[in-house]
């Protein structure tokens, strides 16, 4: 309609400029195609929630500028990460974040054949011109957090709850049981992995034979809320993990390691829309605010939450290295010296238990 009248004023030898105006205008006016691929439900609560909140964030920052899309409960194993991927990127998405470890080999095979589309993996390690990585320190906030395992522990054996034994989980584990030594030398940790990221059952299953085998504080590197139902349910202390749990356990959560990747997301994503976006690796952590701890317990005394607050002070200010000597591994043998730490391509590859950890990466 608006062609046909501009052709009837202008003359038809004006229509194909008019037309070709009126196109980039519309070119421009479009917004900015972003996808999210997701390996569990978005729920309430966990990582997959916490990396919805940051799109929405980006929606909310950018308005009309951005158009998001999502597909959420994709598994990492067969075909299904690889094709819906590459249905992001045939769909117009023109930036994509694929946000768990398990995605990565389809994400860097589908960013091969999408070359003008960029990319961003989280917690993985392969880069190309148009797919950067992006991860948290988490292992920094899991260290607070064992410095309050470590105080309220009456047993002195913590119940960890694994996914998979891959260099993120083991940071944590490790983190946990040396804070929690540095002010209880005898904390021990138990240790069993789910061999899932989500599956409520499974993690509660595990967190109940931990339980039977002692354990006061439970706590795991899983993305349900059933670790922290089941201490709620059987009385012990819980930790969460990914979000703030607090409302599935009133009275045992005592914190969870948290995350926040809204100010990454939005940053990003300005970039890759006026042409700044460079692939890149970003490893944040409690000084960025990228992971924190949620709201601790009153049960929690305040000479713990100073201990906590001075811990991460030191984290933030690089005085306190969470993987600094001495630290020897199950087998007792020392893997870093005193005076030395492990520096971050170490941390990245992290693939031994220390002292006082009893399960197996096997």
Same mark, same amino acid.
């Given at each position: 309609?608006?062609?046909?009248?501009?052709?009837? $004023?202008?003359?038809?030898?004006?229509?194909?400029?008019?037309?070709?105006?009126?196109?980039?205008?519309? $070119?421009?006016?479009?917004?900015?195609?972003?996808?999210?691929?997701?390996?569990?439900? #978005?729920?309430?609560?966990?990582?997959?929630?916490? %990396?919805?909140?940051?799109?929405?964030?980006?929606?909310?920052?950018?308005?009309?500028?951005?158009?998001?899309?999502?597909?959420?409960?994709?598994?990492?194993?067969?075909?299904?990460?690889?094709?819906?991927?590459?249905?992001?990127? &045939?769909?117009?998405?023109?930036?994509?974040?694929?946000?768990?470890?398990?995605?990565?080999?389809?994400?860097?095979?589908?960013?091969?054949?999408?070359?003008?589309?960029?990319?961003? %993996?989280?917690?993985?390690?392969?880069?190309?011109?148009?797919? =950067?990585?992006?991860?948290?320190?988490?292992?920094?906030?899991?260290? $607070?957090?064992?410095?309050?395992?470590?105080?309220?522990?009456?047993?002195?054996?913590?119940?960890?709850?694994?996914?998979? *034994?891959?260099?993120?989980?083991?940071?944590?584990?490790?983190?946990?049981?040396?804070?929690?030594?540095?002010?209880?030398?005898?904390? @021990?940790?138990?240790?069993?992995? =789910?061999?899932?990221?989500?599956?409520?059952?499974?993690?509660?299953?595990?967190?109940?034979?931990?339980?039977? @085998?002692?354990?006061?504080? #439970?706590?795991?590197?899983?993305?349900? *809320?059933?670790?922290?139902?089941?201490?709620?349910?059987?009385?012990?202390?819980?930790?969460?993990?990914?979000?703030?749990?607090?409302?599935?356990?009133?009275?045992?959560?005592? &914190?969870?390691?948290?995350?926040?990747?809204?100010?990454?997301? #939005?940053? @990003?994503?300005? =970039?890759?829309? &006026?042409?700044?976006?460079?692939?890149?690796?970003?490893?944040?952590?409690?000084?960025?605010?990228?992971?924190?701890?949620?709201?601790?317990?009153?049960?929690?005394?305040?000479?713990?939450?100073?201990?906590?607050?001075?811990?991460?002070?030191?984290?933030?200010?690089?005085?306190?290295? *969470?993987?600094?000597?001495?630290?020897?591994?199950?087998?007792?043998?020392?893997?870093?010296?005193?005076?030395?730490? $492990?520096?971050?391509?170490? #941390?990245?590859?992290?693939?031994?238990?220390?002292?006082?950890?009893?399960?197996?990466?096997?």
């Amino acid at each position: 309609m608006i062609l046909s009248t501009r052709r009837a $004023l202008l003359g038809a030898s004006l229509a194909l400029p008019a037309a070709g105006l009126l196109g980039r205008a519309a $070119l421009a006016a479009e917004p900015y195609k972003v996808g999210f691929i997701y390996v569990a439900p #978005i729920g309430d609560v966990g990582w997959t929630f916490q %990396h919805d909140l940051g799109r929405k964030a980006l929606e909310a920052a950018l308005g009309d500028k951005v158009k998001t899309a999502y597909v959420e409960n994709v598994p990492e194993e067969g075909a299904d990460a690889e094709r819906v991927i590459r249905k992001l990127a &045939t769909d117009g998405n023109r930036l994509i974040y694929t946000t768990s470890f398990g995605f990565m080999n389809p994400t860097e095979k589908v960013a091969k054949q999408f070359p003008k589309v960029k990319f961003a %993996h989280c917690t993985g390690y392969k880069r190309l011109p148009n797919l =950067a990585t992006y991860s948290a320190r988490f292992y920094e906030a899991r260290y $607070l957090a064992g410095i309050i395992a470590g105080r309220m522990t009456k047993s002195n054996i913590i119940g960890y709850v694994g996914s998979f *034994p891959i260099p993120e989980v083991v940071q944590g584990i490790n983190a946990t049981l040396l804070a929690a030594r540095s002010v209880n030398p005898n904390v @021990q940790i138990k240790l069993v992995f =789910a061999s899932t990221w989500y599956d409520p059952g499974k993690e509660r299953a595990a967190a109940e034979a931990l339980i039977s @085998q002692g354990a006061d504080i #439970i706590m795991c590197h899983t993305d349900s *809320p059933a670790i922290v139902q089941t201490g709620e349910e059987k009385g012990v202390w819980s930790m969460g993990y990914d979000s703030d749990e607090s409302k599935y356990g009133s009275k045992s959560f005592l &914190t969870a390691v948290t995350m926040d990747w809204n100010e990454y997301y #939005i940053e @990003q994503t300005k =970039a890759a829309i &006026t042409g700044t976006w460079k692939s890149s690796d970003v490893w944040g952590g409690l000084k960025s605010g990228m992971v924190k701890l949620a709201p601790l317990n009153a049960a929690i005394a305040d000479s713990v939450r100073q201990e906590v607050a001075a811990a991460q002070a030191k984290i933030e200010g690089g005085t306190l290295l *969470p993987f600094a000597g001495p630290i020897k591994d199950q087998s007792g043998a020392v893997k870093v010296a005193a005076g030395k730490a $492990l520096t971050d391509a170490e #941390i990245l590859n992290l693939n031994w238990l220390v002292e006082g950890v009893q399960g197996s990466l096997g």
